[in-house]
Nanobody, 115 residues
Framework: QVQLVESGGGLVQAGESLNLSCAVT????????MGWYRQAPEKQRELVAT???????NYADSVKGRFTISRDNAKNTVYLQMNSLKSEDTGVYYC?????????WGKGTLVTISS
């Protein structure tokens, strides 16, 4: 059974940084693209960043230049380095992984930015 376990969320002030991690456990054969999504209070879940198995990346315009997604294929882990955080970055951050066309989600980690 595949599980995605996020960590690294917390409460920080605007301008500070956080680094999120997401480890995939269980059956890890065939892991494809991975990514991070977030959901702010009373808003829909939105894409933050994705990364392919080969390292190709894609970012939401709102985080370009501030966030960096990376992955360690040997550890089946994806990271999200978040710098220059803003209050509008507040939300629950969800890890996503695609395996043979099937999406898997973590339970989410809360990121709160105080201004």
């Amino acid at each position: 059974q595949v599980q995605l376990v996020e960590s690294g969320g917390g409460l920080v002030q605007a301008g500070e940084s956080l680094n999120l991690s997401c480890a995939v456990t269980g059956s890890v054969f065939g892991i494809g693209a991975m990514g991070w999504y977030r959901q702010a209070p009373e808003k829909q879940r939105e894409l933050v960043a994705t990364i392919t198995g080969g390292g190709g990346t894609n970012y939401a315009d709102s985080v370009k230049g501030r966030f960096t997604i990376s992955r360690d294929n040997a550890k089946n882990t994806v990271y999200l380095q978040m710098n220059s955080l803003k209050s509008e970055d507040t939300g629950v951050y969800y890890c996503n992984m695609n395996r043979w066309g099937v999406p898997y989600w973590g339970k989410g980690t809360l990121v709160t930015i105080s201004s």
